[in-house]
């Protein structure tokens, strides 16, 4: 290979690694960005405000209230991916993708019957009943906090659990 061809390979593939890092560092841009829009715009919402909302399916009939919410583990800010319905004396865990508002009501995006209704299982984290009126220990193991409430925040069109509430006003 002579000089020009080995250029002419250089210039054909830009390098990888540094477009990765630039998409990379977008992305993250962009994510606190939003966060920073949520904080200013306080679309902060606390779990205690949430307990108790009613729950009407598409067809506008009162199906249940809510009782608790699971979140994704694994996650900077953990995603809520259902909800935990009080339906007369059942309890069913309702998806995420079957919610179409989540505000001063809960609104589901079908006729009640024709959503598919699960059991909540072992593995699933129940943020009020793993995580509220709890004690934890301090990511320093330091200090035993009491957990007040839980902080939510819509980040991507998603409702996540931005942070604990261990203040006297929870």
């Known amino acids: 290979m002579n000089s020009t061809n080995i250029q002419q390979q250089q210039y ?3 390098p ?12 993250i841009g962009s994510f606190l960005k939003e966060l920073e829009e949520t904080k200013k715009s306080r679309e902060i919402t606390y779990f205690s405000q949430l307990i108790g909302k009613k729950i009407y399916d598409a067809d506008r009939h009162h199906v249940g209230r809510l009782q608790d919410l699971v979140v994704t583990s694994g996650e900077k800010f953990p995603v809520v991916e259902a909800i ?17 508002a989540f505000n001063t009501h809960v609104t589901l995006t079908l006729p009640f019957y024709k959503i598919p209704k699960e059991k909540i299982q072992d593995n699933d984290i129940l943020i009020g009943a793993t995580i509220l009126d709890k004690q934890l220990v301090d990511i320093n193991g330091l200090k035993v906090i009491r957990v007040n409430d839980i902080a939510l925040a819509k980040i991507k ?4 659990l931005v942070s604990i509430d261990i203040g006297m006003r929870g």
């Open 157 to 160: 069109g998603r409702i996540n």
């Open 16 to 27: 990888q690694p540094r477009h990765r890092q630039e998409t990379i560092i977008k992305e």
């Open 12 to 14: 054909a593939q830009p």
């Open 84 to 100: 935990i319905c009080q339906h007369g004396k059942f309890t069913i865990k309702i998806m995420w993708q079957f919610i179409a």
